[in-house]
């Protein structure tokens, strides 16, 4: 059983930061990748970004790349998704989720488990 617990989301003005925290327990794979997905109202879930835990591998949605950066705690098994530069569009739940294996995959089904998300919403 693994359990993937969010936090850090909240209201922001457009251009502003905020920086989102999963927290993982469990019976964690030794080889696993982490990974971020959001889902705005009415829209499919999407891939935003995702690292592998022990080479910290990354790879990242186009519509983040340079504003956004995943990160992992070794320690305290935690990941984190810094988000710079929010735009409305940003506006979603955000998700983590795990997978084993070593290829940080952007394909939702890929991922084993879930967190119950946290939202971000991003003011014009």
């Known amino acids: 059983q693994v359990s993937l617990v969010e936090s850090g989301g909240g209201l922001v003005q457009t251009g502003g930061s905020l920086r989102l925290t999963c927290s993982a327990s469990g019976r964690l794979p030794g080889t696993r990748v982490m990974a971020w997905f959001r889902q705005a109202p009415g829209k499919e879930r999407e891939f935003v970004a995702a690292?592998?835990?022990?080479?910290?591998?990354?790879n990242y949605a186009d519509s983040v790349k340079g504003r956004f950066t995943i990160s992992r705690d070794y320690l305290r098994d935690t990941v984190a998704l810094q988000m710079d530069s929010l735009r409305p569009e940003d506006t979603a739940v955000y998700y983590c989720a795990i997978r084993e294996g070593t290829i940080p995959k952007s394909l939702a089904n890929e991922y084993m488990s879930w967190g119950q998300g946290t939202q971000v919403t991003v003011s014009s």
């Open positions: 690292i592998t835990w022990r080479m910290r591998n990354t």
